[in-house]
Each structure stands twice: as structure tokens, then as C-alpha cells.
């Protein structure tokens, strides 16, 4: 039987090999893990999670909620394990980082037709190949892949937030509550008043930064914006951002606080919670000092500080096809973040494209990109259709979806939505019928 390499055990790798598998095809699953480690890896966990812990918006009115939907009615590994290691998060979808892993490593491990090889590739694979080694590419296979499609890879940076121990919370200084009393109680919420957000603004933008090392330019994903970074742009930026107080009354005297930093549980059992939208580049030390100036986190412990690492991508609009295989060596295929998306589930919905897709060439059958119109078509659209000049990474959002001007002409925004939901799950099914017959 013909097999299909698939080099990266994340996210995109792992679903990628999935879908694949479940297509009749023969697996190997390349993971360099723990024989050399990544900037940001902690273990040597399949689809360890290194940034949040949160999936983001469950609701199909939204971006990432319809792209999670239509991953869920194509059998998506990483859904099935996210579903089997939710914790309580309101309207998003949160796991136990975990469960979460565990769930796929034993999925992965124990099917027939998968194989995982603990190595380092450094070279593209003349056989059939799914590239999904994510935005810290080992140098050996980042450089082969440039000589390729002949020009350097673009780069940004990926700051990630720290986790704090709930017991080290001031629970006589906080609230529990979700914003506008969507789900259950599920944030930890730090109220502070105009006095205590402007010292706390003062110190942030005074604090020390990790040097910048080996890069000039530091490029940084607007959605994962270190919080220093956001508070440079204004003394109100935050209050408009991560630290937004609207719908978040106190639960004693009803009166909204000056600003809010949330707190969201990283596992079921809620000892360890993770410092919403504070990604950061500051040091240690000033991490310590700055973040315990939040009322309830005076003596907070910090079982992980926030950092920054490397994230590379390509080109993509001027070197993928729409099945996501590569037009320079078309037996090779890019999943995952390396491709412009940016997130753990955009990341899983290109390992899913490029595993259904790859598979199908092995099994001599026709490359089938998915609809226009779906929330996985749109990403795919994406990172092949803009000019390749101003080709920046995105998150999935309904900005990206086509809409025809008979449902742009629905004027309720929210009804608009729900009807280009509706129209992108029914071309969905029809992709998910065609490719499993």
C-alpha cells in the first residue's frame, strides 16, 4: 500500500493524518519531539498546546464557530478530543490541555493505520508529503523548503500569557462571572478602578522587555498582540481590548468596574487559570511585579510566564493551489499554520484539507478544494487568492466569507450571519457526501 509522510505532530499534522487514514491511505507521522525541542514546546506530547488553552467562540454565529461546526460534521479528530477535554468557559471552547493531548495521542497511537516516528526530518520528501511542522519549522527543513520555492519564508512572533495558581487568587477581590451571562460563571474577573488601571497602565508601558536577540523588526499578529505592545497605542487602548469592563457588572453593586482583566480556567478541575489577551514579551521578574499590581493577583504564583517565540510562514499565495499542494513540487502539501492561518483551529482545517486531499492522490483520485462559501473554503482563499505582496495571516472571521447581495441585503447583522452560516453548512455537507463516497 502506497503511504503518505506527514511531518509535524500538531494540531495540522495530527488531524491531517486522520483524515487521511480514514481515507484508506497508510500514515506515517513524522515528530521531531523530544529528541529536539521547540522555543515554545514543553513536552513531547502530540497536539501539545503551547499558546491558550481556549478554541475560542463555540457559536456558529461567528467565525470560529462555524469553521468548528464544519469540522465537527467531517469527523475532525481535534474536535472529538476538544469535546472529551472541555472545561467551563462560557461561550468558548476551552480544554484541558491535558486531556486534550492525551485524547489524540491515544487516538493517533492506536490506529491501524498510522505509524508515529519519533525523528527529525530535514529534507522535503520525494514521496507524497503533508508539511505541518507549524510556525517553529526545525531550521534544516525551513531552509529546503525556502531553496524551493526561492525566496525566505516571512516571520512574526507569537507572544503567549501566563498561567497563574488559583490559589494564590484573592478571591475577597474578585467576582465570578461570564461576560453578559454567557454560560455559567466560568471567569475569574480583576475589577480595577480609574486609580488602580492608570498605575497599572504607567507600569506596563515602563516595564523591561526580553531583548529582541537575533531579529530587528519584531512582526506581531494583531490577534495575538502582546499586551505591552497594545498599550503603547493609547492609555484607553486596553480598556477597549483585553481589559474591557462592558458586560461585566459587579455582582454586589451592579456597577461596572473602570476595567476588567479576566481570568479563564485552564483545566476542569480550575487550579490553574490563564490571563486573557496578557500575552507578553516582558521579563520575568517584571511579569511579577506588573501583574501583581492587578487587584486579587498581589500574590499570585505563576506556573507559567508569559514569552515570545519564532512563527514562520510562507508565501503562500504565490507557491500553494487550492488543494494546498505545493505548484513548485506538487507531491507535497502544507498544512497548518505554515500555510497563513493563524489559531488551533484554522491550523487543524488545513491539516484536514491537505490530508483528504493528499490522500486522495494517492489513491489516484481528484483533488477536491473545498467550497467557496465554507468557512474552510474561505481560509483556503485565503492563503492562495491575494496579491502576494500584501499576504498577511488570518484567524478565521466572517470577513473572509462571501456573502451574495441577497444576503447582504438582510439588514440585521446577526440574521445576516446565520444566513451565511446556514448556506456555508449545507455547500459543507455536500463536499463532506462527494469526498466520502
Excluded at 215 to 220: A, G, L, R
Excluded at 321 to 333: C, F, G, M, P, Q
Excluded at 366 to 372: A, G, L, Q, V
Excluded at 407 to 436: C, F, H
Amino acid at each position: 500500500m502506497k503511504e503518505l509522510r506527514i511531518i509535524g505532530g500538531g494540531l495540522a499534522g495530527c488531524e491531517a493524518a486522520w483524515q487521511a487514514a480514514r481515507q484508506g491511505v497508510r500514515v506515517v507521522l513524522f515528530e521531531m519531539r523530544p529528541g529536539k525541542m521547540t522555543e515554545a514546546h514543553k513536552t513531547p506530547d502530540l497536539a501539545e498546546l503551547v499558546c491558550s488553552n481556549s478554541l475560542r467562540s463555540k457559536d456558529p454565529g461567528t467565525g470560529p464557530g462555524l469553521l468548528k461546526e464544519e469540522l465537527k460534521k467531517a469527523g475532525s479528530l481535534i474536535m472529538e478530543a476538544a469535546g472529551a477535554a472541555e472545561v467551563p468557559a462560557g461561550s468558548a471552547c476551552a480544554v484541558d490541555r491535558s486531556l486534550f493531548s492525551d485524547y489524540i495521542i491515544n487516538a493517533i497511537e492506536n490506529h491501524p493505520g498510522i505509524q508515529v516516528v519519533r525523528e527529525e526530518v530535514t529534507s522535503l520528501p520525494d514521496s507524497m508529503a503533508v508539511i505541518a511542522t507549524g510556525p517553529l519549522t526545525s531550521p534544516p527543513l525551513a531552509e529546503a523548503l525556502r531553496s524551493l520555492v526561492g525566496e525566505a519564508h516571512l516571520h512574526f512572533y507569537d507572544a503567549i500569557a501566563p498561567i497563574i495558581d488559583a490559589e494564590s487568587i484573592d478571591t475577597s477581590k474578585v467576582y465570578l462571572s461570564s461576560r453578559y451571562g454567557k454560560g455559567g460563571d466560568d471567569y475569574v474577573n480583576c475589577p480595577l478602578s480609574s486609580e488602580e488601571y492608570q498605575r497599572f497602565y504607567d507600569a506596563l508601558r515602563e516595564a523591561d522587555t526580553v531583548a529582541a536577540r537575533d531579529f530587528e523588526d519584531i512582526k506581531v499578529f494583531e490577534g495575538c498582540m502582546p499586551v505591552e505592545v497594545m498599550a503603547g497605542r493609547g492609555r484607553d487602548t486596553l480598556r477597549f481590548g483585553p481589559l474591557k469592563p462592558v458586560g461585566l457588572p459587579h455582582p454586589e453593586t451592579g456597577r461596572i468596574p473602570h476595567a476588567v482583566v479576566q481570568l479563564r480556567p485552564e483545566n476542569r478541575e480550575k487550579t490553574a487559570y490563564n490571563m486573557v489577551g496578557f500575552q507578553t514579551r516582558l521579563r520575568w521578574p517584571e511579569q511579577k511585579r506588573v501583574f501583581r499590581m492587578i487587584p486579587g493577583l498581589e500574590n499570585a504564583e505563576f506556573l507559567r510566564f508569559g514569552s515570545i517565540h519564532r512563527n514562520t510562514y510562507l508565501n503562500s499565495p504565490r507557491h500553494l493551489e487550492r488543494d494546498l499542494s505545493l505548484r513548485e513540487k506538487n507531491t507535497v502539501y502544507l498544512a497548518g499554520q505554515i500555510t497563513g492561518v493563524e489559531g488551533y483551529i484554522e491550523s487543524t482545517a488545513m491539516g484536514l484539507i491537505a490530508g483528504i486531499n493528499a490522500a486522495r492522490r494517492i489513491l489516484g483520485k481528484e483533488s477536491i478544494p473545498p467550497p467557496r462559501a465554507t468557512a474552510h473554503g474561505s481560509l483556503v482563499a485565503h492563503c492562495t487568492e491575494p496579491a502576494p505582496e500584501d499576504f498577511q495571516p488570518s484567524n478565521i472571521n466572517f470577513g473572509l466569507l462571501p456573502a451574495g447581495e441577497d444576503i447582504m441585503r438582510i439588514r440585521d447583522k446577526k440574521k445576516r450571519r446565520q444566513r451565511v452560516a446556514e448556506v456555508a453548512l449545507k455547500e459543507w455537507a455536500e463536499y463532506i457526501y462527494t469526498i466520502t463516497r
